[in-house]
């Protein structure tokens, strides 16, 4: 199989479906050796062999990224069976939304757990090797790709934790960018609008009701290969590009 990330390791996270699932199959189609970090075992293990049976390579993780030695300890997983790590795709999110007053705070705690701390984690885990790889053929130069969302653009009505969590993300995306740029760690982020996908219903039924369903119905919105391929666009650019910021939205998404 032989393409433009041959000879390379990806880590994606919140693999077991939607933009995950997508990404790490685009990406085991171009070449790398894939890491599939999820608590899902039954869908990564699925993915695998779909994988597998395409001529790839895969590795299953199951891990919890909102526990950091269980971030740590993924990481680690992919260094001893891979020896390197290439590409690092922090996609697992989750998106609880509704009105501040009255909210459960459970729901921001796990919001804030996904989206911010285990995206942390893991990068934390896995940047020294992403340094060691940038130094190394067969490209000299590793990625990280955040997955956020047009949340982290504009805030609305009823999406304000969410709407932090990904300003957040976006905002350390650009400061990491300028810290490791310089060493060709190029660090980029993804905004997607809506997307098909399982986002939407870990909600409570009045709200997918109220913000989520209707829109959905109404408009043809974005499938999760749509991001992959601009994941996949922004990990195979030459060495000396760098995209920092990729937004992708549905064309009637206003």
Known sequence: MASNLTGTVALVTGASSGIGAATASRLAEQGAS?????????RLEALAAEIEQAGGS???????????????????????LFGRLDTLVN???????????????EEWDRMIAVNVQGLLYTTRAALP???????????????????SSYAGRVARKGRGVYSLTKFG???????LRQEVTERHVRVGVVEPGAVESELG???????RSELIDPFFEGT?????EDIADGVVYMVTRPRHAAVGELWIMPTEQT
Request: glycine share 4%; proline share 4%; charged share 25%.
């Open 34 to 42: 894939v890491a599939l970090v999820a608590r899902r075992k039954d």
């Open 58 to 80: 895969a590795l299953v993780v199951e891990a919890d990224i909102t526990d950091r030695v269980q971030a740590e300890t993924a990481v680690q997983q992919v260094i001893e």
């Open 91 to 105: 996609n697992a999110g989750l998106m609880l939304l509704g009105p501040v007053l009255g909210a459960d705070a």
């Open 129 to 147: 090797h992403l340094l060691k790889a940038a130094e190394q053929d067969p490209r000299r130069v590793a990625d990280i790709v955040n997955i």
């Open 169 to 175: 993300v976006n905002g350390f995306t650009e400061s």
């Open 201 to 207: 219903s870990h909600n409570k039924p009045e709200i």
């Open 220 to 224: 043809e919105v974005l499938a999760a």
